[in-house]
């Protein structure tokens, strides 16, 4: 298999650390691809022109990075990170999906931030400010300090803090509230956590 993604994406991050997590990370070739400027390299896979995209052993392709990342969890029975049905499951991919909003959001702010100046929207970047800090504290929720599982949905969440720490060191999204800090403290030394830290 093989995976494009970027160094800094936070979505090929969230699959890079599934398959780490399934054993199935020997089994993907790493192929680095940048959106940015122009999408050369990912349109072909992924006509989007957006990482991550897994071109499977068959030769077929898979984006986004939900997609991919249930794919993964299917080769194997190993550890399963979704589970299979009942309310365990929606909650789980709820999670995710939440997550992964806090990630569009921010990423649409990074974006926002690299226009010119006479171009930028103080408002826009507000209303993704306020929805990060709402969902942040919706996400506090779902956290389990005692647990020690790492499924997808606490996957999804140590990507979405990691990237919210790698982008926006300098304002205050809520991830300094001690549930947050202690949960936070203690996933981001996971030891697929540590090896997929971005590289800017």
């Known amino acids: 298999m093989k995976l494009l993604a970027s160094g800094t994406s936070p979505y090929a991050r969230k699959v890079r650390i599934v398959a780490l997590e399934k054993g199935l ?40 990075s939900r997609v991919i990342c249930e794919y993964l969890d299917s080769l194997s029975p190993h550890n399963p990170l979704i589970p299979a049905s009942g309310p365990a499951r929606w909650q789980c991919l709820r999670t995710q999906a939440l997550a992964d909003g806090i990630l569009d959001a921010a990423v649409m702010i990074v974006l926002e931030r690299r226009r010119p100046a006479s171009q930028q929207s103080t408002p826009v970047e507000q209303r993704a400010l306020n929805a990060i800090r709402r969902s942040v504290i919706a996400l506090e929720r779902d956290l389990k300090p005692t647990d020690s599982t790492f499924d997808l949905s606490q996957i999804a969440i140590a990507v979405t803090f990691g990237y919210l720490e790698f982008r926006f060191a300098d304002v205050d999204l809520g991830l300094n509230k001690s549930a947050i800090s202690t949960w936070w403290s203690t996933r981001r030394e996971h030891p697929s956590v540590l090896a997929t830290i971005p590289i800017p």
């Open 25 to 64: 990370d020997q089994r993907i070739t790493l192929v680095p691809a940048s959106p940015w400027p122009e999408p050369t390299a990912i349109v072909d896979t992924n006509p989007l022109g957006k990482v991550p995209a897994l071109i499977t052993v068959d030769g077929h392709h898979l984006y986004d």
